[in-house]
């Protein structure tokens, strides 16, 4: 069965540190993953999706088929990356797969 | 600037109640969903549809109906409503059918059911 995983449900870094959000996935097929980001008081919206290669705010995520991840990450936190992340994995039937979300909290 | 609308950002309503969220969008999309969100459940989606007035069950229908009758609105029905209805309600639209293609969301109606 298809199903992702989010295994921290709550992370707080320092301003400056490294941030890695964890994201596992289960599919049997050739995965389309997604980061998608909820910051306070605004609506969830894409972040990037790892067909696109892309680094977005610094951020970039990279898909490991061998280890069946798809891990956040950015090397320097800032305060205004405080937020709600949801790891998202496309379904044979064209939906969406989240994850539980991770609350990351970046600290001054 | 896709612009996805819901009718109330905050709702409460009373146990057997029938309760009416709508969405509307204003970008010509096909496809609407329809979420509940709830602290570490993540998304779970309630319907989709993928065309005017056809729908798609998802992962927990149970107590929930739709009506799609014009492409740019999407209505969720609490036929009864149920204090474990209580959540935060997101709808979503997007084009084509591509889980590729990004699906842009509204700002989200927090119900209350007492």
């Known amino acids: 069965a298809q199903r992702v995983t989010q295994p921290e449900k709550l992370l707080s870094v320092f301003k400056g540190a490294p941030v890695e959000l964890k994201c596992n996935y289960s599919?049997?097929?050739?995965?389309?993953l997604f980061w998608y980001v909820q910051y306070s008081r605004q609506r969830l919206q894409l972040l990037l999706r790892?067909?696109?290669?892309?680094s977005i705010k610094g951020f970039t995520a990279d898909l490991n088929k061998g280890e069946t991840s798809f891990h956040l990450k950015k090397p320097f936190a800032q305060e205004e990356d405080s937020a709600m992340y949801y790891c998202?994995?496309?379904?044979?039937?064209?939906?969406?797969?989240w994850g539980a979300g991770t609350k990351l909290i970046i600290k001054p | 600037d896709v612009k996805v609308t819901q009718s109330s950002r905050y709702l409460v309503k009373r146990t057997g109640e029938k309760v009416f969220l709508e969405c509307v969008q204003d970008m010509d999309h096909e496809n609407m969903f329809w979420y509940r969100q709830d602290p570490g459940l993540g998304l779970r989606l309630i319907y989709f549809?993928?065309?005017?007035?056809?729908?798609e069950k998802g992962d927990i229908p149970e107590g929930y109906s739709v009506s799609r009758e014009k492409k740019e609105r999407f209505s969720l029905i609490l036929e009864s409503a149920s204090t474990n209805q209580t959540s935060m309600y997101l709808c979503a639209s997007r084009t084509g059918t591509s889980s590729y293609n990004e699906q842009f969301f509204g700002p989200g109606t927090r119900l209350t059911v007492l």
């Open positions: 599919y049997s097929g050739s995965p389309e």
């Open positions: 998202a994995l496309s379904a044979p039937n064209y939906q969406l797969i």
């Open positions: 549809s993928y065309d005017v007035k056809m729908k």
């Open positions: 790892h067909i696109s290669r892309e």
